[in-house]
């Protein structure tokens, strides 16, 4: 098939602000090449597309306010010349080049037009619900029939409580033990990796490892400079974003990893991974990392806001077998994600 990709309107591909959702996407996409798919990307401009055989097509504009960190109640504008709106222009304009197109985002406008589109268009939402006028128009389109939805967990899911279940694809989400690969011996260090944003609970970590007395080690995209300014920084050393292998290392020398989400995470993408090393998983279990995470076995799962329990469970994580939290990401594979992928566009 000729499969089109519309990634979010957030940031360049190889910033990190999309988070887990663009390392999906590198890691599918050449795969797909691989089984003799042909693939096209559009992006914002800028974007590093490092996917051989695959087609890269940049467009400008002013990228859209992140949907993690709206209000529930907050309204959905459209621009001239706004990312988004040239983004899905863009693919208008070459969709007869392409079998299928995939938005991968949470915006109002691309569930607005896809009956427009002449070529099929796929949705595959790669975060819970969080803006009221975006879900009624997500809502308005399931319920007209023909919408083609993938998630990523059983817990996304649930927050959309007009879709059935039964009807949505799910994706899940996939990690590389040729990349991620599995270390026995770690060092005392604990890690945490995500965006920095308020919704992804940097703070909660901070305070565990603290109260252990234990370094941490943060990687990620800073998308909240004020945030990040407030927090105190005793015991933590930050490291960027960084890519694949330098993650890699940071997570294989962590004898445990955090996961301190305050929303609901759809999936957990740096779960798996720092899994895959073999670093067990500390995480509250609430959203995607409960579909993840065997308490007590490949993590342990603590109750949400719980940060005295972020510290006793990573006291019983470093207790665990790192062989068996590396057989649990293997799991989710790269090769089964991408066998779901194509069962779901009917490749």
């Not at 050449?30 to 992006?43: D, F, K, Q, T, Y």
């Not at 990349?179 to 011996?185: G, I, S, W």
């Not at 991974?273 to 308490?295: D, Q």
Request: proline letters at 7%; hydrophobic letters at 45%; a negative charge.
């Amino acid at each position: 098939m000729r499969i089109l990709f519309v990634t979010p309107p957030l940031g360049p591909i190889g910033s990190g602000e999309s988070g887990g959702v663009e390392t999906h996407l590198l890691t599918l996409a050449p795969i797909l090449v691989e089984r003799g798919h042909s693939v096209g990307v559009v992006a914002p401009a800028g974007s590093l597309l490092p996917v051989p055989g695959a087609t890269l097509y940049e467009a400008a504009g002013e990228p859209s306010p992140s949907a993690t960190r709206a209000e529930r109640s907050a309204v959905t504008i459209m621009r001239a010349g706004g990312l988004v709106e040239n983004m899905w222009e863009l693919a208008f304009r070459v969709q007869e080049s392409y079998d299928a197109i995939v938005g991968v985002s949470y915006d109002w406008l691309p569930f607005y037009l896809t009956p427009f589109f002449r070529t099929r268009v796929f949705h595959w939402i790669s975060i819970c619900s969080a803006i009221e006028t975006v879900d009624r128009m997500i809502e308005q389109r399931w319920r007209d029939g023909g919408l083609r939805l993938a998630l990523y967990t059983q817990a996304q899911t649930a927050t959309f409580p007009f879709l059935d279940p039964a009807r949505v694809a799910l994706l899940y989400g996939a990690v590389d033990p040729a990349v991620f690969k599995f270390n026995l011996q770690p060092q005392g260090r604990l890690c945490w990796a995500g965006r920095i944003s308020p919704e992804k609970g940097l703070a909660d970590a901070t305070a565990a490892a603290r109260a252990l007395n234990m370094p941490l080690d943060v990687c990620g995209a800073i998308q909240d400079e004020a945030y990040w300014g407030n927090l105190p920084k005793e015991g933590v050393t930050y490291h960027g974003f960084l890519p694949p292998a330098e993650l890699q290392r940071r997570y294989a020398n962590a004898c445990a990893m955090l996961a301190t989400p305050h929303w609901i995470e759809a999936f957990g993408n740096a779960v798996i991974e720092a899994m895959s090393c073999g670093t067990p998983v500390v995480a509250y279990n609430r959203g995607g990392p409960v579909e993840i995470i065997e308490h007590g076995q490949s993590g342990v799962l603590v109750p949400q806001g719980d940060v005295r329990g972020l510290g006793e469970g990573v006291r019983e994580a470093m207790r665990l077998d790192r062989r068996r939290v590396a057989a649990r990401a293997a799991d989710f594979s790269v090769i089964r994600m991408a066998d779901r992928f194509e069962a779901w566009i009917g490749a």
